[in-house]
Antibody
Framework: EVQLVQSGAEVKKPGESLKISCKGSGYSFTSYWIGWVRQMPGKGLEWMGIIYPGDSDTRYSPSFQGQVTISADKSISTAYLQWSSLKASDTAMYYC?????????WGQGTLVTVSS | QSALTQPASVSGSPGQSITISCTGTSSDVGGYNYVSWYQQHPGKAPKLMIYEVSNRPSGVSNRFSGSKSGNTASLTISGLQAEDEADYYCSSYTSSSTLLVFGTGTKVTVL
C-alpha cells in the first residue's frame, strides 16, 4: 500500500525556522516526483513546487521561489519543506503528494501555525 | 501563472447532474491533456477523481466524468449524492516553470 506520512502539527513564532517532512512507503521513492501544496485557512489549494527524489531536480512556483526550500533524502524515502524565517502568513495546512496520474497519493497534511 | 478559473459554487438536488468548469489558457488546459480533478471534504486531504482529462482512478465512482473543449475542462457528477458535497479543484500541467497550476475551487452543495 502506498503511503505518504507527514510530520505532526507545528506551532512556531515569527522569525523561527522549520522543516516538515513527508515519508513515502510502498513504492519506489526515487521514481516519482513529490509535490507540496499549501492551503491557507478557508482558502484553496496552491501549488508550491516539486522534487524528483531520484536526482533532486526541484522546481518552484514563482510565488514560493526564495520563500521555501524543497529537498529530499532518498536514503530514508523522505521529502522536506523548510522555511528559514517564518511569517504569520505562512500559517496553513501543507500537503505533500505523489505525482502519478496527476497527484494520485496525498499525505495527511501538516498544520503549521505561526503566531507571536 | 494565474490560477485556473472555476465557479465558486454549484448546487444540485440528489439524483441530478451537475457540471463544474475549469477555464485556463492555451499554455495549460488548452495545450495539454493533463487536467486532473480533486475532491476535498472538510478537514481531509484532497482525493484524485479524474486524471488526464477523462480517466478515473481505480475505486472512483463512474458517476464522475471529465472532458475538455479548447481552454475549458469540465467535471460532471451524475446521480448526485449527499456524499458528493465537497470542494472540487481542477489542475493542469502548464508550460510555465511552475509545471502545475490549480483552479480556484468550487463548492458543491447537494440541496
Amino acid at each position: 500500500e502506498v503511503q505518504l506520512v507527514q510530520s505532526g502539527a507545528e506551532v512556531k513564532k515569527p522569525g523561527e525556522s522549520l522543516k516538515i517532512s513527508c515519508k513515502g512507503s510502498g513504492y519506489s521513492f526515487t521514481s516519482y516526483w513529490i509535490g507540496w501544496v499549501r492551503q491557507m485557512p478557508g482558502k484553496g489549494l496552491e501549488w508550491m513546487g516539486i522534487i524528483y527524489p531520484g536526482d533532486s531536480d526541484t522546481r518552484y512556483s514563482p510565488s514560493f521561489q526564495g520563500q521555501v526550500t524543497i529537498s529530499a533524502d532518498k536514503s530514508i524515502s523522505t521529502a522536506y519543506l523548510q522555511w528559514s524565517s517564518l511569517k504569520a502568513s505562512d500559517t496553513a495546512m501543507y500537503y505533500c503528494a505523489r505525482r502519478i496520474n496527476g497527484l494520485g497519493d496525498w499525505g495527511q497534511g501538516t498544520l503549521v501555525t505561526v503566531s507571536s | 501563472q494565474s490560477a485556473l478559473t472555476q465557479p465558486a459554487s454549484v448546487s444540485g438536488s440528489p439524483g441530478q447532474s451537475i457540471t463544474i468548469s475549469c477555464t485556463g489558457t492555451s499554455s495549460d488546459v488548452g495545450g495539454y491533456n493533463y487536467v486532473s480533478w480533486y475532491q476535498q471534504h472538510p478537514g481531509k486531504a484532497p482525493k484524485l477523481m479524474i486524471y488526464e482529462v477523462s480517466n478515473r482512478p481505480s475505486g472512483v465512482s463512474n458517476r464522475f466524468s471529465g472532458s475538455k473543449s479548447g481552454n475549458t475542462a469540465s467535471l460532471t457528477i451524475s446521480g448526485l449524492q449527499a456524499e458528493d458535497e465537497a470542494d472540487y479543484y481542477c489542475s493542469s500541467y502548464t508550460s510555465s516553470s511552475t509545471l502545475l497550476v490549480f483552479g480556484t475551487g468550487t463548492k458543491v452543495t447537494v440541496l
